[in-house]
């Protein structure tokens, strides 16, 4: 199986910084796309900024020039730096990734737990 954590939420006032980092672990052959999420209180999951294997990057409009997706191939692990933190930025943060799995050759799709991102007026 793979496993996805998620580290670097917390609590930080608007016009800071976070990063998020979010480490792959398990039976992985590859990792085709990454992704990040956000899902605040009574709205749906949004996807914020994807990454493919060469390094392409797309953003959700609203935190375009803010937010960075990069990832580290050696070490299965995405980040997200995000700058300029607005408290519309306060959610849930997920990690998801495509993995290809050692044992099949076949892709699945894993999800981490998430962590909290607050953004403070």
């Known amino acids: 199986q793979v496993q996805l954590v998620e580290s670097g939420g917390g609590l930080v006032q608007a016009g800071g910084s976070l990063r998020l980092s979010c480490a792959a672990s398990?039976?992985?052959?590859?990792?085709?796309?990454m992704y990040w999420y956000r899902q605040a209180p009574g709205k749906q999951r949004e996807l914020v900024a994807s990454?493919?294997?060469?390094?392409?990057?797309n953003y959700v409009d609203s935190v375009k020039g803010r937010f960075t997706i990069s990832r580290d191939n050696a070490k299965n692990t995405v980040y997200l730096e995000m700058n300029s933190l607005k408290p519309e930025d306060t959610a849930t943060y997920y990690c998801?990734?495509?993995?290809?799995?050692?044992?099949?050759?076949?892709?699945?799709?894993?999800w981490g737990r998430g962590t909290q991102v607050t953004v403070s007026s």
């Open positions: 990454i493919i294997g060469s390094g392409s990057t």
């Open positions: 998801n990734a495509d993995v290809i799995w050692i044992r099949t050759g076949l892709q699945y799709n894993y």
């Open positions: 398990g039976s992985i052959l590859r990792i085709n796309t």
